[in-house]
């Protein structure tokens, strides 16, 4: 799987949540709520923030909190995304070679292409899919998290700072800050790429765009869920996935590279002076 095509399911992922949020149930949720996903998840999820909001200075508090001890449990696997992804970044140029070795688009040069592909993700023990995990499982998290405030009415009506939490922010400056964090956190993702090309550079825009329309609309707690895992995000990524660092490491393994292949090529040709003396 591809870059591009690992972007289009991303962004239907983020449109099918939109769609999920859109058919969401309004019913109060109480402990008399039936079903695994009322009973056992929705409700015990509201009254999680509840508990947090009550030690931890408010609903607004609580659901910050919330979303860090999330993001805490996901990290083993967002470092597996993260090395992957490194991984990934390596094998670029090897890619790159493989679709210009197999540039016409006819049936059986695809099929070669596809299968070389998948020899060098198997070598180097990449599964390209690993990408798309941690976005699986933040879907439900989000969706659990909106009707957990939507159908609470102490969540739905509880304030943090200017915000109501269950409507959206009439200032704007919780959409702004989602997008603003989304930008730097894939900014800061893209930055250790050994290439770039124009699909990644559009989706390094566009993504933030769409988080700050669909954020407009959506309640000021999912939107600073948004604000606070994609904050986290970029923490996360300056720890375990620095660009500069991995861009400096590069650098230094090229320019040792550059400096063996000299010393052979000195050696080859000290060598060849001898052979003519």
């Given amino acids: 799987m591809n870059k591009k095509t690992k972007k289009f399911l991303s962004l239907g992922a983020i449109m099918s949540l939109t769609l999920l949020l859109a058919a969401c149930s309004n019913k109060p949720i109480t402990s008399h709520s039936t079903g695994i996903w009322d009973h056992y998840i929705i409700y015990n999820c509201s009254q999680f923030i509840i508990w947090l909001s009550k030690h931890f200075g408010g609903y607004g508090m609580g659901i910050i909190i919330f979303t860090i001890i999330i993001r805490i449990i996901l990290l083993p696997l967002m470092f597996y995304q993260t090395k992957t992804m490194m991984k990934t970044q390596e094998l670029a140029p090897k890619l790159k070679a493989i679709q210009k070795k197999y540039s016409s688009r006819d049936r059986e040069s695809m099929q070669r292409?596809?299968?070389?592909?998948?020899?060098?993700?198997?070598?180097?023990?990449?599964?390209?899919?690993?990408?798309?995990?941690?976005?699986?499982?933040?879907?439900p998290v989000m969706w659990a998290l909106y009707q957990a405030i939507w159908r609470t009415s102490a969540l739905r009506n509880g304030t943090f700072l200017w915000l109501q939490l269950g409507h959206p922010d009439p200032y704007y400056i919780m959409p702004i800050l989602a997008a603003l964090f989304t930008f730097i956190s894939s900014w800061l993702s893209m930055a250790s790429m050994p290439e770039k090309n124009s699909m990644t550079t559009?989706?390094?825009?566009?993504?933030?765009?769409?988080?700050?329309?669909m954020a407009l609309g959506f309640s000021s707690a999912i939107t600073l869920y948004w604000v606070v895992t994609n904050a986290f995000q970029v923490v996360q990524t300056l720890i375990i996935q620095n660009p500069f660092k991995i861009r400096r490491e590069r650098e230094e393994k090229q320019q040792a590279e550059k400096v063996k292949r000299r010393k052979i090529e000195k050696a080859k040709r000290r060598a060849y002076q001898s052979r003519r003396k």
């Fill in 113 to 139: 292409m596809q299968m070389e592909t998948q020899k060098l993700y198997k070598e180097a023990g990449v599964n390209p899919w690993a990408s798309m995990l941690p976005l699986l499982v933040q879907l």
């Fill in 202 to 213: 559009t989706m390094t825009w566009f993504m933030p765009i769409m988080v700050f329309f």
